[in-house]
């Protein structure tokens, strides 16, 4: 910092608010802005043009415009990604992350966006629905006009105010689609009634007003009524809907929302007024607040909206689990998030953004990553000898080499470790590989979910099945052991629907169906399925049922009582041939299943760390702050920031310390009320003239002043009136 | 000897004449008389002290006592003096209370519950292995892990033997305690209790357990020294004194932000991916956030360039109207003027018309207290939310968190960067005047003793007299301990009006209110109402001053 920026921010602290000017060392730059801005303005001002192009962005595409402009962000060649290893990696590197992050997250972020669009879909139509309904009803008696009542939607959105936007937004899109005017209003904006009338004049008024410039026509205060009714008398009927959206209606005032309803109740002759209510906690409770006359006014049907957690399960299915997630999220991660999910009741929003931002940190820091690309833009000539020192230091390359190693194939693990030329194929060979392991994963989860015998949430499946696997033959798991105490018919079924799963994938996961790679596991099914059916057909006729060694009526407990003893006999009872044969097709079954159902944990695949994220301390550090622990830290011990050699913390309070960890240290010592005089003596017995700091008593104060006052803005202590020159404490970090 | 012992008892009852002890209101008085039902003002204060005066009377009473019936326990004292001893040597029921007292008290606070507990188990343990043992005996026949398990009865048993012994050992001390000092000290077990119920804090408490036990009722005491003798600052003098002043860590701090400055790249990758950015940690940030500005403007590459905004939330008249204004400038567009809610949907209709504009806002302090209003962070998290407002804040304390509900939070969409700087606040404390306020001296009052004087000089007699009253009764409640709410000790308007008629101050609550109307003018007195609506009055001063005021005022 030179002495000229100093001396101009001096004077810029003291006011409220100013446009920064850049220091005029980039003459470029400067020139530009000086140019740039005074003719901007008379060129943006023009209402004309203003309005042309706010016209079809309005209400349904903004969300797309946001999104386009995004997008061209992120095409941006300057994309701020610094060059890592040691800042050697070459350009084409850095801006290939770039690129790949730029292509990655906006593709992800619009199947997201389509899922939670679908998640409501249901709540949406209802809605429109009742509110088509409700209009077209209250136009019979809209002769007689005294009893039509305004309908009204009860939105039942759950505590999560959050979670609000997203559904207004998506309904404004909906009902503006079928010709309505929505207006939404949060408690924010609409502090009374002036300001409610003037945003639903202002918003319902402005969508149709490039075709209705009636120039010398009457003016209108701008919150009037009238004004909207102008706009909209020329109206064909449909058009002249007017839905008001209260997004949190629990934070309106009680008087705001009654003589809202009551006024627009008074105009429903000239417009027809709809109103939309967000309601975080109950009916009952809301209607409670509204005064009974006013509620009388209203026809009003409640909606339920899709469960957060039903939400967040299609929004991990595809965006976690699913084929279009390019980088894969460890188990680690994962399970933090979902736990955050179900222990903050963070919203959806939020585990998108963590989403986001685990994406970012993927291809901002990881100088691997751009393995991810695909072959055509992936050649031998990118790979840098730095690459391959990265690579061979990773911990997935070493276990790789000794799984080698004990394989006998030293060869290929001396060529790994040696021969640059060998290993630069074996990293450029790991995309298909990746392929191979996340396709047979993610098979192997839809089957698992087909078989409809877990009782887990995907989740925790998908959790567990990165981090340990997904092994069926092991102990641990019981799914064979369900399987194999089905009776005959569920277990064609059974057989039935992995058919089913194979043939048609998931869509939810965007996986396409298999039918054809996946031949010898569906001759296979199909085998076991027609000998079964056939057994089951002779036994059907001779009229005894079929049973495997597994199931259940097979072993009976017995209890007999003998010279009043109790005896406990395991019976088994006898298997017939047929009984046998189709324990040996479930036995045959088991093992088909547990050969193709199966996995390997994400960590056993040689450098998986190019394409899994599983660092958790960023995350927790980024979206979950500890301000407390982070100010104790720094003012108990300074030496952990500043690493400076004066005070090298050995737990005694030195008078070196900056002085307001001093007065922290003080500060801990003292109980509840601290005595400043006694504050001050202490502080001036470490740093005075005494001491080996040396500090005269008045400079000693004026640092001792500071300190107070840092505290004091820190909020850790207040004045208190209990005794003279007191302060009371209030901080315990 | 047993009417010395009623004396002292009845002393109770009196207010104290030799002893000023420590006022302690929430230590349980000893003994079982209960003073009268107090008439003055003062007395529930006074009462503690008195029950406490009297037990110190009572002690004396017991030594004295003590001292002449020394001679017939001496003799019994070599060998072990058995507790029944001391009782039948206890002249006096008082006497035998003390005794038996000290020892269980002692018990239950030294929290030598949980080891008793345990002496249970062991000692039913033990009693089992006993009647094994007594089992196998009887029974005879010992097959080979009998005899194992025998072992480890036998085991149990002798461990618990010795235990029992130890046990013997340790209290012994504490049982012959009474007898060796001579039971006319029961004034020991006391202070021990005392003494253990406050040790030097203990180490490492988690924070809750700190507050709690550093919020206990009786644990707040301090010395009564204050900072009259010292020479409070100026602003000249700070000023002048804080130029001179080097910091030794000067160069750290610059390293540390240094640091800091390194993560910028990636700042502006997260700005641009619609994420704001939150800066919290000790220290000034102020500098940190200028050299990002800087940065940012030196990187901007989109035509036109995005509008960099430093908003200072640490200036004290900071107001929305005005952050709002200079967005309206910085982005070449009129704002409607009205409400701030206007303005800034004004703004953003006006943004989202012209998608080629961005705004960069770089907050200092966000949570700084003009700021802090639930209003403005909601505006502010609606500038935020909009794609094209990108948001930088920092924040100096370590509760910001508390200033956003979830939607707040959500429209924010915060990523949060610890950058402990460090560095001295510079024009974001007002440093004087934050300690003076602190201190409570305020600067903006009438000078004081001498103001008040001065004010009073100009009014007619019955203003005076009514101040008196005033200044009285707001000591008395000090002197109550009641302190009132943030205003200090107050007094209930009613009660003063009532006590003005009575002294014949003014006849009507009009001529009342309007003497109270010439001390609010002056800032002599404040009012404010409570909970319930009462209308409270309290004077603006420290005790001393106070009682100067007062001292004024009679002569």
């Not at chain 2, 110190?56 to 020394?70: F, N, Y």
Request: aromatic share 6%.
């Amino acid at each position: 910092m030179d002495s000229l920026d100093d001396h101009i921010f001096q004077e810029d602290d003291h006011r409220t608010a100013f446009i920064f000017t850049p220091p005029s060392s980039d003459p470029s730059a400067s020139a530009n802005t000086t140019k740039g801005t005074p003719s901007r303005p008379a060129k943006r001002r023009r209402v004309s043009s203003k309005q042309q192009q706010s016209t079809p962005t309005n209400n349904n595409t903004s969300h797309h415009a946001e999104h386009d402009q995004d997008h061209d962000h992120d095409q941006d060649p300057a994309l701020p990604f610094p060059p890592l290893l040691s800042s050697r990696e070459s350009p084409a590197c850095t801006s290939l992350r770039a690129s790949l992050f730029a292509e990655a997250w906006p593709a992800l972020e619009s199947r997201i966006e389509d899922v939670l669009r679908g998640a409501n879909r249901s709540t949406l139509e209802a809605v429109h629905g009742f509110l088509l309904e409700a209009s077209s009803d209250g136009q019979g008696c809209e002769r007689g006009g005294t009893d039509k009542k305004i309908p009204a939607g009860f939105i039942i959105t759950g505590p999560n105010i959050a979670g609000q936007e997203l559904l207004f937004g998506q309904l404004a899109e909906e009902l503006a689609g079928g010709g309505a005017r929505v207006v939404r209003v949060r408690s924010g904006e609409g502090v009374n009634l002036k300001a409610v009338l003037k945003r639903v004049v202002r918003d319902a008024g402005r969508m149709g007003e490039d075709e209705e410039e009636e120039g010398g026509g009457r003016r209108y205060l701008d919150y009037d009524l009238e004004a909207l009714y102008e706009v909209l008398k020329g109206k064909r009927e449909a058009e002249r809907r007017v839905v008001v959206a209260f997004q949190d209606s629990e934070a309106f005032d009680n008087a705001l929302l009654t003589d809202l309803v009551r006024l627009f109740y008074e105009w429903r002759g000239r417009i027809r007024f709809e109103v939309l209510f967000g309601i975080a906690t109950s009916v009952e409770l809301f209607q409670a607040r509204l005064l009974k006359s006013k509620s009388r006014l209203m026809l009003g049907r409640q909606f339920d909206v899709v469960q957060a957690d039903k939400v967040l399960e299609s929004v991990f299915k595809a965006a976690v689990v699913g084929n279009r997630a390019v980088v894969r999220l460890g188990p680690g991660l994962l399970r933090s998030l979902m736990e955050r999910q179900q222990e903050q009741v963070a919203g959806i929003q939020v585990f998108i953004s963590s989403l986001k931002y685990a994406y970012m940190c993927h291809f901002y820091a990881n100088s691997l990553s751009f393995l991810l690309a695909g072959p055509d833009k992936l050649g031998r000539e990118m790979l840098q000898a730095e690459h391959l020192e990265a690579v061979r230091s990773l911990e997935s390359f070493k276990t790789h080499v000794e799984a080698a190693v004990e394989a006998r194939q030293l060869k290929h693990a001396q060529s790994l470790l040696d021969d640059d030329e060998y290993l630069t194929g074996q990293i450029l060979e790991q995309g298909s590989k990746r392929e191979e392991y996340l396709l047979q994963l993610l098979q192997s989860l839809h089957l698992l979910v087909a078989m409809g015998l877990h009782t887990t949430p995907f989740t925790e499946l998908y959790i567990s099945a990165l981090s340990d696997g997904v092994d069926l033959a092991s102990g641990d798991s019981p799914v064979l052991d369900n399987v194999k105490r089905l009776g005959p018919t569920e277990i064609a079924a059974l057989i039935g629907r992995l058919l089913n799963a194979i043939r048609d994938g998931s869509p939810e996961l965007d996986l396409p169906g298999w039918e054809d790679d996946a031949e010898d596991l569906t001759k296979a099914l199909t085998e076991i399925r027609d000998d079964i059916e056939a057994l089951e057909q002779r036994a059907k006729t001779e009229r005894n049922p079929l049973k495997s060694k597994y199931s259940a009526q097979s072993r009976v407990v017995r209890t007999t009582v003998v010279a009043q003893k109790v005896q406990l006999s395991h019976d088994t009872a006898k298997l017939t041939n047929d009984d046998k044969a189709f324990t040996e097709a479930i036995d045959r079954l088991a093992e088909v299943l547990s050969r193709h159902i199966q996995s390997d944990p994400v960590t056993s695949c040689p450098l998986h760390e190019a394409w899994l994220y599983d660092a958790k301390s960023p995350y927790r550090d980024v979206f979950v702050p500890r301000p407390g622990v982070t100010f104790s830290r720094a003012l108990s011990r300074p030496h952990d920031y500043l690493s400076c050699a004066c005070c090298k913390s050995n737990g005694t309070t030195a008078g070196t310390l900056p002085t307001t960890a001093i007065l922290y240290h003080l500060y801990l010592e003292a109980g509840a009320l601290i005595n400043v005089a006694d504050l001050w003596s202490a502080y001036l017995a470490l740093v005075g003239e005494d001491t080996n700091i040396g500090l005269d008593e008045r400079t000693a104060l004026v640092q001792f002043y500071r300190g107070l006052g840092e505290l004091r803005t820190m909020g850790f202590v207040k004045q208190s009136k209990k005794k003279a020159d007191h302060i009371a404490k209030l901080r315990w970090l | 000897m047993v009417r010395r012992k009623s004396q002292a008892e009845e002393s109770a009852a009196r207010p104290p004449k030799k002893r000023s002890l420590e006022v302690d209101p929430y230590e349980v008085p000893d003994d079982v008389t209960s003073p009268k039902p107090s008439r003055g003002p003062a007395a529930s204060a006074r009462r503690p002290a008195a029950s406490k005066a009297a037990e110190g009377e009572a002690e004396d009473s017991v030594d004295e006592t003590q001292a002449s019936v020394e001679p017939s326990p001496t003799k019994k004292r070599p060998g072990r003096p058995p507790k029944a001893n001391g009782q039948a040597v206890t002249p006096s029921a008082l006497r035998k209370k003390a005794v038996v007292a000290t020892p269980i008290k002692l018990n239950g606070i030294n929290g030598v519950d949980t080891p008793s507990r345990r002496n249970n188990a062991d000692r039913s343990a033990r009693r089992k292995s006993a009647r094994a043992l007594i089992d196998r005996v009887v029974g005879g026949a010992i097959s080979d892990d009998e005899g194992e398990e025998e072992d480890i009865a036998r085991e149990i048993y002798e461990s618990s033997d010795e235990e029992d012994e130890d046990e013997k050992a340790e209290q012994e001390p504490i049982a012959t305690t009474p007898s060796k000092r001579g039971p006319g000290r029961p004034r020991k077990g006391t202070t021990t209790a005392t003494r253990k119920r406050s040790p030097t804090p203990p180490r490492d408490l988690p924070p809750h357990e700190q507050y709690f036990y550093q919020n206990k009722p009786g644990l707040t005491k301090t010395s009564g020294n204050n900072l009259s003798s010292l020479d409070l600052l100026t602003h000249e003098e700070y000023f002048s004194v804080l130029r001179q002043i080097k910091d030794p860590h000067a160069k750290d701090v610059e390293f540390l932000q240094s640091l800091h400055a390194e993560s910028f790249p990636q700042w502006t990758f997260e700005l641009s991916q619609g994420f704001n950015t939150c800066l919290y940690g000790y220290g000034s940030k102020r500098r940190l956030l200028h050299q990002f500005a800087t940065y940012l403007s030196s990187k901007d590459r989109a035509s036109p360039p995005s509008k960099i905004v430093i908003i200072n939330g640490y200036v004290r008249t900071t107001s929305l109207r005005e952050i709002l204004s200079t967005l309206g400038t910085a982005a070449s567009h009129k704002l409607t003027t009205g409400t701030p809610v206007a303005m800034v949907q004004s703004l953003l209709s006006f943004l989202t018309s012209t998608p080629t504009t961005t705004l960069i806002l770089l907050i200092n302090s966000i949570d700084a207290t003009p700021l802090r209003k639930p209003g403005s962070q909601s505006i502010l998290a609606q500038l935020a939310a909009h794609p094209q407002i990108r948001l930088v804040c920092s924040t100096d304390t370590p509760d910001f968190p508390f200033l956003w509900d979830s939607g707040q939070r959500s429209s924010f969409n915060f990523v949060f960067h610890d950058c402990t700087t460090f560095a001295p606040f510079g024009p974001e404390i007002d440093v004087v005047d934050e300690v003076h306020e602190l201190l409570g001296r305020k600067a903006r009052r009438v000078g004081g003793k001498e103001g008040v004087a001065f004010v009073l000089r100009s009014l007619p007699e019955n203003a005076k007299s009514l101040f008196r009253l005033l200044v009285t009764e707001v000591i008395v409640a000090m002197d109550e301990g009641d302190s009132g709410s943030s205003e200090g000790p107050a007094v209930e308007y009613r009660m003063v009006y009532n006590k003005a008629v009575e002294e014949f101050i003014c006849s009507s609550e009009m001529a009342f209110r309007t003497l109270l109307k010439e001390f609010h003018d002056h800032q002599i007195i404040t009012s404010h109402k409570d909970s319930l609506g009462t209308e409270l009055l309290s004077l603006p001063f420290r005790k001393d001053e106070l009682e100067a005021i007062l001292e004024d005022l009679m002569s």
